[in-house]
């Protein structure tokens, strides 16, 4: 296999920002989403394919130097001229062959992107999921974390994409952020960087480039999220620098190719203020420039988070934000609108934006490609192994850190391990708003039955009378929850009549029941106090899933260390 380190001797000339045109270093630092290449948005938002002819047109004009690779399930939009085919899964080869198309429109090789936090199996059909971060952390194991990121990186590369927007670095709210599974140690600085770093390098050994996201970070007060809203880090630059400053610091030390900046405002190092509220990072020179570049040092490529967000777009008219975000310091812009490049070349002829700026951004863009290898001749034949030959170890690395990551949060009365010749009816209560999880447990029922159980799996309880009458019958009573960021959007609770559940859990057979959590690390508190036994998982995936059940029968033993801090009295709000 060729690796990162094999790559990094170009062969192909490097361009020259002597020799480009103003337009062409401008197209450097544009990342358009899919559907705004390839489909024209209409009424109600339904999409109509463009023709060749005109993608041809937008691309050989724009000359984009990255693109947002895993929205291409535009190749279903292609061959059936539906686009309602957009979200269906295709092999990462279809992929590749399609981005190598569209690259070839292109004077320089382009980055193409992914968002793979939890691997490549959401985007291609014959790739993998893997465990959240939150997992990783629980191993404690800068092993396995250089082995998942490498893991991903060679999936993804062999769909054609050579950036990656990961690992998630950002401290949290403790026990309400949406993104609290998305880090690995949000509690603890020192091994949020071994964690990362080992991360990062096994991505970068592997070819593609890593993104530490979101720059500044979070703070231990904010709760929202910026996908709908404007957030706010409120730390003092003191309790920045001890903490999310000391992160981000390690991973620049650390070697990661780009950042990702957040579009949450951070009044100690910017409290300029745009409509009466705190100005986003991502339209902060203060917080680009003159902290993240100049005094962190960073010299790798600084890309935005995505700016349809709701936190940045209504700031500013499109035409205003997209010069803005550019004089901030960024040097990538994801999202970008098609006529972006009239814009900003408008506003460098203008004198509202330096041609300097343009120039900074699109040198940092062509470094970061020579370091991938892209001016290599032979770039697009790498790499020379296919998804076959990277699954099978990526599905082995996946056990060990599910296996690892499983953590006992109490056992009160001793329950734990279970006896296999006590256990021969199992009740497991599912708790959830996102439904596909109560499929999910499929696992866990019949990693149950292959233990000689009979199993009953439901959703939600009604009465005391169900529960004493699933106490009657089963030896063991799992109640298991599954709360997530974005699963669904909003808040993380139980609610509604996944939350009535426990009006009734546990007034019946509690010498019995078990709690467990395959996600959000503080339903032990937030709702299943009364679980005198309760086991965090941490990831809904299928290898999370057997392992939580052979931990519980002592086939192997709980070695998961908690990845956040437990201690309840510490709830911040």
């Given at each position: ?129 893997t465990p959240r971060a939150l997992a990783i952390g629980a191993t404690d194991s800068e092993e396995l974390a250089y082995e998942v990121g490498a893991c991903i990186a060679k999936e993804y590369r062999c769909g ?355 709690g467990v959590s395959f996600g959000y690390p503080y339903l032990h508190y937030d709702i299943m106090e009364n679980a005198d036994a309760f086991v965090n998982s941490y990831s809904p995936d299928e290898n999370s ?20 801090d437990l201690n309840c009295s510490r709830r911040i709000w």
């Amino acid at each position: 296999m060729t690796d990162g380190k094999d790559m990094e001797e170009s062969i192909m000339k490097k361009p020259l920002l002597s020799e480009m045109t103003l337009r062409e270093k401008i197209g450097q630092c544009l990342l358009p989403y899919q559907w705004d290449i390839h489909c024209i948005k209409g009424e109600g938002g339904k999409l109509t394919v463009k023709t060749d002819e005109e993608v041809k047109a937008l691309l050989e004009k724009e000359q984009f130097g990255s693109f947002w690779a895993e929205q291409v399930a535009i190749q279903n939009v292609k061959l059936t001229d539906l686009a309602e085919e957009w979200g269906n899964k295709r092999p990462a080869a279809d992929q590749k062959e399609f981005m190598q198309e569209q690259g070839d429109m292109l004077k320089i090789p382009a980055l193409n992107a992914g968002d793979a936090e939890t691997g490549c199996g959401h985007v291609f059909s014959d790739c993998s999921r893997t465990p959240r971060a939150l997992a990783i952390g629980a191993t404690d194991s800068e092993e396995l974390a250089y082995e998942v990121g490498a893991c991903i990186a060679k999936e993804y590369r062999c769909g054609g994409i050579n950036w990656l927007w990961s690992p998630v670095v950002d401290i949290h709210n403790r026990f309400c952020a949406t993104g609290i599974g998305r880090s690995f140690a949000p509690d603890n600085a020192d091994r949020m960087i071994a964690l990362a770093n080992a991360q990062i390098k096994g991505i970068q050994d592997s070819g593609v480039a890593a993104t530490a996201k979101h720059f500044p970070g979070g703070d231990r007060y904010e709760y929202r999220d910026a996908h709908f809203c404007k957030t706010i880090n409120s730390s003092t630059m003191e309790e920045w620098w001890e903490e999310q400053g000391k992160i981000f610091k390690g991973v620049i030390d650390g070697g990661v190719y780009s950042i990702m900046i957040s579009h949450g405002a951070f009044p100690a190092a910017d409290d300029t203020k745009i409509n009466d509220s705190y100005i986003p990072s991502t339209l902060s020179k203060k917080i680009i420039t003159d902290l993240l570049k100049g005094e962190l040092g960073f010299k790798g490529v600084v890309i935005t988070d995505g700016i349809v967000m709701g936190a940045l777009f209504s700031c500013y008219p499109y035409e205003t934000l997209i010069v803005e975000l550019i004089k901030a310091g960024n040097d990538v812009i994801l999202g970008s609108l098609p006529g972006s490049g009239d814009i900003l070349e408008q506003a460098v002829l203008d004198g509202k934006l330096s041609e300097d700026r343009i120039d900074d951004a699109c040198q940092r863009i062509l470094d970061m490609k020579e370091k991938l290898g892209l001016f290599r001749d032979d770039y697009r034949d790498l790499p020379s192994y296919t998804t076959a030959d990277i699954t099978p170890h990526t599905a082995e690395i996946c056990k060990q850190v599910a296996e690892q990551s499983v953590t006992l949060v109490r056992d009160r009365k001793n329950m734990l391990p279970l006896k296999q010749e006590e256990i021969k009816n199992v009740a497991i209560i599912c708790s959830t708003h996102h439904d596909p999880f109560f499929d999910q447990l499929q696992v866990v029922k019949e990693e149950f039955e292959k233990r000689g159980a009979k199993v009953h799996l439901q959703r939600r309880l009604t009465s005391n009378e169900e529960i004493k009458k699933l106490s009657d019958e089963n030896d063991l009573i799992v109640y298991a929850a599954y709360v997530d960021g974005h699963r669904p959007k909003g808040g993380l609770a139980l609610f509604g009549e996944e939350c009535a559940t426990y009006i009734h859990a546990f007034t019946s057979g509690k010498e019995k029941s078990l709690g467990v959590s395959f996600g959000y690390p503080y339903l032990h508190y937030d709702i299943m106090e009364n679980a005198d036994a309760f086991v965090n998982s941490y990831s809904p995936d299928e290898n999370s899933m057997k392992a939580f059940v052979s931990v519980i029968y002592g086939e192997i033993p709980f070695v998961g260390t908690s990845p956040v801090d437990l201690n309840c009295s510490r709830r911040i709000w």
